[in-house]
């Protein structure tokens, strides 16, 4: 009795420690799956949109070529979400853009599911559109964690938690988003998995914009001020330095997405690749809750430095798995790299950025990802087309190099510029 005792306690303490404890409470129980579920269909998006064109005209260039614009789109319009959040409220521009983005959804869709040959440049129109309308759910979450825990003067082992806590429900998008495509597009039709996503953003965007934790914002402070916001040019280097590790991880996202799809085509059917490409979510999702129990002593540069390196390698199992269970393994493995780097990103973005730019910050590292999954689907799906699934692959080690590339810029920057002091 007393061991069981003294476990609960042990747990307890652990709880506190790494302070997953104090979310809760912070949010309401409702707020986490609703913010999951309200961010799903962004992260099937990409890779539904790339399945349903190259099932109905058969070529993995042009699916590339659906998601890259998908990415572009989203490049473009994520930021500027983010900057009219920051000067509006993020209220009324979720709402906005949840009914935009739905009704783009069902117009791409019943065009791509109309016929083998489509209109290229009707395919790059709305591809940009509905990736330049998609609701900024996951940094509008992270906006939220931020200004709370400034708020409530929270520890900071508090708020490396909650975007932990972002981070996971990220990648568990980024698993359940592909899996989902993968297994209604199989069992289904490929145009499921986008209707699905049209109704899921019509219903909880506009209820993850009306939650409680969004009164806490204040935009008319952000917007009188907004002349007054300066940021050195270390800042702008380091935000820089920032966005290209994320623009790197998606294009990570986006060749493993394609060569994935491209080895289950060879292997008899490239519908399953999505359920292949999940299992790297899984173990990223893994890794990523487990940042915040990681010692503070391995300072946040040191973690992405590792990762960036760690990643590099085990990217070289994709290239010589030869059968589904070997690349599952592959995959699974290299996923344990990736989720640190997105909870170790975030927060630096939430150090460097001021804090009336929050939103836009935020919502560009998250456009980064969706950048370089667009830049990863396209020159890895025409790699795929010419050079088969390695090709693809190829693209994924550059990608992880680049991460690595980033971490270094970023520790010379913070060891250089005055205003990054507090930054490690």
């Not at 008319?220 to 940021?231: D, F, L, M, P, R």
Request: glycine share 12%.
């Amino acid at each position: 009795m007393s061991q069981h005792i003294l476990s609960r306690e042990n747990a307890e303490e652990s709880a506190m420690k790494s302070g997953y404890s104090a979310l809760v409470p912070m949010v309401g129980l409702p707020y986490i799956p609703l913010t999951f579920l309200a961010r799903l269909p962004l992260a099937m998006l990409t890779i539904g949109s790339m399945t349903l064109v190259t099932a109905n005209t058969g070529s993995y260039g042009l699916g590339g070529l659906a998601a890259a614009m998908v990415g572009l789109g989203s490049a473009v319009g994520g930021p500027s979400i983010g900057y009219l959040a920051d000067r509006r409220g993020q209220r009324p521009v979720l709402l906005a853009a949840a009914v935009l983005h739905t009704i783009l959804l069902v117009t791409f869709t019943l065009f791509a599911n109309s016929g083998s040959e489509l209109a290229v440049g009707t395919l790059v129109a709305l591809s940009l559109l509905a990736g330049a309308t998609g609701p900024q759910v996951g940094p509008m979450s992270r906006v939220r964690w931020i200004a709370m825990s400034r708020r409530q003067n929270q520890k900071p082992k508090t708020l490396t938690a909650a975007l932990s806590l972002e981070s996971m429900l990220d990648e568990l998008g980024f698993v359940f988003g592909p899996v989902a495509v993968g297994l209604l597009a199989s069992l289904v039709s490929p145009v499921l998995p986008l209707y699905l996503a049209a109704a899921l953003t019509i219903v909880l965007v506009p209820l993850f914009a009306m939650h409680r934790t969004a009164g806490g914002l204040q935009p008319g402070a952000a917007a009188h001020s907004a002349a007054k916001v300066k940021i050195t040019a270390g800042q702008v280097a380091a935000i820089g330095s920032l966005v290209l590790s994320m623009i790197a991880l998606g294009t990570v996202f986006g060749s493993t997405a394609a060569g994935t799809l491209a080895f289950a085509g060879a292997q008899g059917d490239s519908n399953q690749g999505g359920l292949l490409y999940g299992a790297m979510g899984v173990s990223s999702a893994i890794a990523a809750i487990s940042v915040a129990a990681w010692p503070q002593g391995f300072s946040q540069i040191s973690r992405w430095i590792a990762c960036g390196a760690a990643l590099s390698v085990l990217s070289f199992g994709l290239h010589v798995a030869d059968s589904t269970p070997w690349m599952l393994a592959a995959l699974f493995v290299a996923g344990f790299a990736v989720g640190p780097v997105i909870v170790t990103v975030m927060t630096l973005g939430g150090e460097v950025a001021p804090p009336q730019r929050l939103s836009t910050v935020m919502t560009m590292l998250s456009a980064g990802i969706v950048v370089g999954t667009a830049i990863g689907n396209g020159l890895a799906g025409l790699l795929a087309d010419s050079l088969g699934y390695l090709g693809a692959f190829w693209v994924a080690t550059g990608g992880a190099f680049v991460i690595l590339l980033a971490g270094v810029i970023m520790k010379v920057l913070a060891s250089r510029a005055a205003s990054l002091k507090r930054v490690r």
